[in-house]
């Protein structure tokens, strides 16, 4: 039997390395929100002291409701504060072998006899102000017989703004564009395709890019493209947040707020497969339900 | 080819029957849930008008997403009101034909082509106070190459009380012994089975009763047995909502409650069969979801 990325030497670095650049991207994008947090003393909220990060480490084997006898773990980062009103990265590295029922519903879970390493991090800002855009950003790397990348990010404002869209599918654009121009248009097209409300027949957002799968046969060009996502979250989601974080709301843009949080819910109990995929392969059930906006109407 | 019940006059009769009933019931528990709005005189939120419900009908083949060029529809009973924050009653009657890849997950819906035909009733009671507990009860006839019944009732207090508890699985008991003494455990075991939040290890509420696939070979008796758990949940739920509403409540409990609503809103969107069965034959999404609690946290 010849080494599988599960066991090959060489797969060992790359999966060091994407572990290590999700971990320092985390702690970019918490410096940045806490940052925001102290910019907040001109906002709405402005009584309330500046947000900053808890962080909360959970361990797959002790914690974990799955089967496979596994191990990793990982942070859950949150901050409840006076511009963010929740928001949460996680970090997490988990290894194991999938239920026999599910490895067949992954790339090469079969042929890697069901044993997996994923490694991620996942972020998702619900905002007290209902001027500001919610935003959601994941980018992973699993390793089963083979390894690829997937990821995104998407961009729910609860008042569609045209120039905040502009500005961040032209981020997600440059970023695409460094690595392949093709990019852009399908991992965009993707995104409409994924965030998707079938059952309303409505988009949860303005969109962004969204890929999985990603093994271009070039795995250093696959990881550079990764990072080059995250990298231009952490600069344009800031450059959205800053300019209406001060603005005043009504009671009515609040209530409209948190009726179309609604739609994100559902959006991530009834389609979502990073949450399935948590859900079913062990992972913390508080981190992955983190996404889940902190106050929220159907009424 | 034989007569299927879908065709069969004998079942044309009972689909009649059926129906007729659900909307009888229907009737009984807005009166009932009306006259307790009325009496909120005394309630914390008493400043605010009696609510009354409001009826909106919905065509399932003008409205409907659903493939199958299908008819029926339904009515959604909406309140929201002093006592009851949120409570939907619905009742639908809805015929059509099933996607081909979701038929053979309903009984005899292979040998039925597809075909089938269905009512029901449903209600959800989300409370304006945390010290009253929510409550859902469902019934519903479904034909296929078959028919049968299903349906249940089950109790969510925010703060369990043991007498409620009593009181309510006393109620479901007397019900399901007036037809035979082995539905009472075998029912409240599939309800406690049914629903359980896996990923949580938590049960919904403290449980009552569910049964589906009922098709004794008495189809009068299994008629009766279905009224009875209607008529039994009509009259034990107002009798649990009348002590508790109006007892002052405080924002620790009013936190408490929106928080567990979240637990409510998982079960709906992760697991519940009547909404993937709704969302999947192209029922009305208002009604569907109209279960969803009208404010809920995720903290």
């Known amino acids: 039997m010849t080494d599988t990325p599960v066991t090959d030497p060489v797969w060992t670095d790359r999966k060091r390395r994407a572990?290590?650049?999700?971990?320092d991207l985390r702690d970019r994008?918490?410096?940045?929100?806490?940052?925001?947090?102290?910019?907040?003393?001109?906002s709405p909220l402005a009584e309330r002291p500046a947000g900053r990060f808890q962080r909360t480490p959970w361990d797959r084997a002790a914690d974990g409701p799955g089967d496979g006898g596994d191990g990793g773990?990982?942070?859950?980062?949150?901050?409840?504060?006076?511009v963010f009103e929740k928001v949460g990265v996680n970090i997490s590295t988990v290894h194991g072998t999938f239920s026999s029922d599910f490895r067949d519903q992954v790339r090469g879970g079969g042929e890697s006899g069901g044993r997996f390493w994923a490694a991620g991090i996942s972020l998702v800002?619900?905002?007290?102000?209902?001027?500001?855009?919610?935003?959601?950003?994941n980018t992973r790397m699993i390793v089963t017989s083979r390894g690829w990348f997937g990821g995104g990010a998407d961009l729910t404002p609860m008042v569609p703004d045209d120039r905040d869209t502009q500005a961040f599918h032209g981020a997600l654009k440059a970023a695409c564009d460094g690595s392949d121009p093709g990019y852009y248009p399908r991992f965009k097209a993707w995104c409409d395709d994924y965030f998707h409300l079938k059952h309303r027949g409505e988009a949860r957002g303005v969109g962004g890019v969204f890929f999985d799968d990603l093994a271009s046969g070039?795995?250093?060009?696959?990881?550079?493209?990764?990072?080059?996502?995250?990298?231009?979250?952490?600069?344009i989601y800031p450059r959205l947040v800053r300019p209406h974080m001060s603005?005043?709301?009504?009671?009515?843009?609040?209530?409209h707020q948190v009726q179309?949080?609604?739609?994100?819910?559902?959006?991530?109990?009834?389609?979502?497969?990073?949450?399935?995929?948590?859900?079913?392969?062990?992972?913390?059930?508080?981190a992955i339900l983190m996404s889940l906006p902190p106050m929220v109407a159907w009424p």
């Open 260 to 286: 179309r949080r609604g739609r994100y819910v559902e959006f991530t109990l009834l389609y979502d497969r990073g949450t399935a995929f948590g859900l079913r392969t062990g992972g913390n059930v508080e």
């Open 73 to 82: 773990g990982g942070t859950m980062s949150i901050l409840r504060g006076r």
């Open 125 to 137: 800002a619900h905002m007290q102000s209902p001027l500001v855009p919610a935003a959601h950003m």
């Open 19 to 23: 572990a290590a650049w999700f971990e």
């Open 29 to 42: 994008l918490c410096a940045v929100f806490e940052a925001i947090e102290d910019e907040g003393r001109d």
């Open 218 to 235: 070039d795995w250093e060009a696959d990881f550079a493209f990764t990072r080059d996502i995250g990298t231009a979250f952490l600069d």
């Open 247 to 255: 603005r005043p709301w009504t009671e009515a843009d609040r209530a």
